[in-house]
């Protein structure tokens, strides 16, 4: 004779584990902790003061900042190298790809408060030229405001 088998009927577990969770979602915790500082791009310039209103930008808007040096070097805020020094030209180009690209791209000039302003000129032009609309320029706020 043989036994009739028995079965158990097992309940569905409705416990998740979520310690593997919390394991990568601390290590993403770090490790956006240790590149967060790394991603501050650019070329350290003394910006002139000025009372200016600030620039609101959507959250859909990019921005590309031109930078211009003390000694009238132009550097980009984007690609792979931004402390690269770039000629007008090469700005000029690379700007005007991106605004074909992207048209709602903000464009900004930031230049030393000890650059001859014909040079900040020259370049506002050229990107002008560039097919850029509108360039704005990047101040600081004067002290006796702040």
């Given at each position: 004779m043989t036994k009739p088998k028995i079965t158990t009927k097992r309940k569905p577990v409705s416990e998740i584990n979520v310690v593997p969770y919390l394991d990568v979602m601390l290590v993403l915790l770090?490790?956006?902790?240790?590149?967060?500082?790394?991603?501050?791009?650019?070329?350290?310039?003394?910006?002139?003061?000025?009372?200016?209103?600030?620039?609101?930008?959507?959250?859909?808007q990019d921005m590309v900042?031109?930078?211009?040096?003390?000694?009238?070097?132009?550097?980009?805020n984007i690609g792979g190298d931004p402390k690269q020094p770039k000629s007008k030209e090469q700005v000029a180009d690379i700007v005007s790809k991106i605004v074909k690209a992207k048209p709602k791209t903000v464009v900004l000039v930031e230049g030393d408060s000890r650059v001859p302003y014909g040079v900040?000129?020259?370049?506002?032009?050229?990107?002008?030229?560039?097919?850029?609309?509108?360039?704005?320029?990047?101040t600081e706020i004067p002290a006796s405001e702040q």
């Open positions: 770090v490790v956006f902790m240790i590149t967060a500082p790394m991603m501050v791009q650019g070329v350290k310039v003394e910006l002139p003061d000025a009372d200016a209103k600030p620039i609101t930008l959507d959250n859909d900042i031109v930078s211009i040096d003390a000694k009238g070097v132009y550097y980009l900040v000129v020259t370049m506002m032009a050229a990107l002008q030229k560039a097919g850029v609309a509108d360039v704005g320029l990047i």
